[in-house]
């Protein structure tokens, strides 16, 4: 384990996983990722592994097949994936969002129809808001769900679908106006439904459409996709929790848990483009003498493990406010804005450091330079994390005067 983003106050247990992690992080990951990630191959072999790993499963309660641990043991390993390879931290964390959603706001029914196949991997999650043309303005979306008997008929185009090729379950928000009077407030119709499907692209059922794989400038491997419903049946008894309405608010508080593993996403990326970069400072000579020695580069390696150390403390509180039960939007918004923001800066610095070899597709920095971007507009843009986290601060310190 390197000095750069320790966890104090961690278990036994906790400590295991995460070495567990990083080991095989270091033998099946960073050892083909690049490769894969040049031919934008899905890596199919790694997903195999951490479904092994129990992965998968690591926060659904034991009761339905899960380890059942808390939001930082599962921060503290995406930052370990993402490390190795960001991708497939993206293929975890969809899936684990969908298996939060089950597990806090689903029926029953539904948590045991699905939570136990989702611990083992044999199905896998995707979720959806976002619409074509809606940037982030959730409450705008078009997609309608109408009542028609036992079931509800859906119909629109989401967009941005991570694992929207491999999801064998999709939770899609819709609008349905069922129940709602004419006036009601934009996110009181909206609802989610749990849609299952066939991997694949094309006709993934009746109805229902995902077109293919979109070219991605970074963030390859893993499918992002879109989505089309075209009157798509789906039975009432699949709208998650069992209540319309409710979607906006479930959504939410996924999104909130999310924001906490992009922010943890971010902090593995920047550690792996210090370690590149502390690396090559050493093994680079200019001038008779290694660039490691040049007062330019200590001052940016200086910047760059300060960035590495601060963005991960963040994550972690945030994480741990989470798990205690506390409301922790400010939080994660804030540790999904600095980790985002300080990945960006780590990772050209780095690049920086590698001067012209970092142009090279050879040298690793190339693909992280390209896949830093994506935590910038991920999960909420950086200027949505700064419009929360604002509104949240005049509300906790509300001039009295």
Request: hydrophobic letters at 40%.
């Amino acid at each position: 384990m390197s000095r750069l983003a320790r966890t104090a106050g961690l278990t036994d247990v906790q400590r295991e996983i995460l070495t567990t992690v990083r080991e095989f992080v270091d033998k099946e990951i960073l050892p083909v990722a690049t490769e894969l990630e040049h031919r934008d191959e899905y890596p199919a072999r790694i997903v195999e592994g951490l479904t092994e790993l129990g992965l998968f499963g690591l926060m659904i309660p034991e009761e339905y097949g899960g380890l059942g641990e808390s939001l930082l043991t599962y921060a503290l390993c995406v930052e370990e994936i993402a490390r190795g390879w960001m991708s497939v931290s993206g293929i975890v964390n969809t899936h684990f969002i969908v298996a939060y959603l089950l597990e806090r706001h689903g029926t029953e029914e539904q948590k045991r129809t699905f939570l136990p196949r989702m611990a083992a991997g044999e199905v896998r999650g995707a979720f959806s808001m976002s619409e074509p043309g809606l940037g982030s303005d959730v409450s705008a979306i078009a997609s309608k769900a109408v009542r028609d008997g036992d079931d509800y008929v859906l119909n629109g185009q989401k967009m941005w679908l991570t694992n929207g090729g491999t999801s064998s379950l999709v939770a899609v928000l819709c609008r349905s106006d069922e129940g709602h009077p004419e006036g009601t407030a934009p996110h009181r119709s909206m609802t989610t439904f749990l849609i299952e499907k066939e991997p694949g692209f094309g006709t993934v059922r009746p109805g229902l459409t995902i077109p293919g794989k979109i070219d991605k400038m970074g963030y390859k491997g893993v499918d992002t996709t879109e989505l089309i419903m075209d009157d798509l049946r789906i039975p009432a008894h699949r709208v998650l929790g069992g209540t319309t309405g409710r979607g906006f608010y479930q959504m939410m508080d996924g999104v909130e848990v999310g924001r906490v593993n992009v922010a943890a996403r971010g902090c593995g990326v920047a550690l792996r483009a210090f370690e590149l970069g502390i690396a090559y400072a050493q093994a680079r000579h200019t001038f008779g003498r290694p660039i490691a020695q040049h007062q330019a580069i200590q001052f940016k390696l200086a910047e760059m493990a300060t960035k590495v150390e601060a963005a991960h403390a963040m994550m972690v509180g945030a994480a741990r406010k989470k798990d205690s039960g506390e409301r922790n939007d400010l939080e994660a918004g804030m540790a999904k804005y600095l980790a985002a923001e300080y990945c960006k800066e780590v990772v050209e610095d780095s690049f920086r450091i590698h001067g012209g070899y970092g142009f090279s597709k050879e040298y690793e920095i190339e693909r992280l330079y390209r896949e830093a971007p994506m935590l910038l507009i991920g999960e909420g843009t950086a200027e949505i994390q700064k419009m929360i986290i604002g509104r949240r601060l005049l509300e906790e310190y509300r001039f009295q005067g």
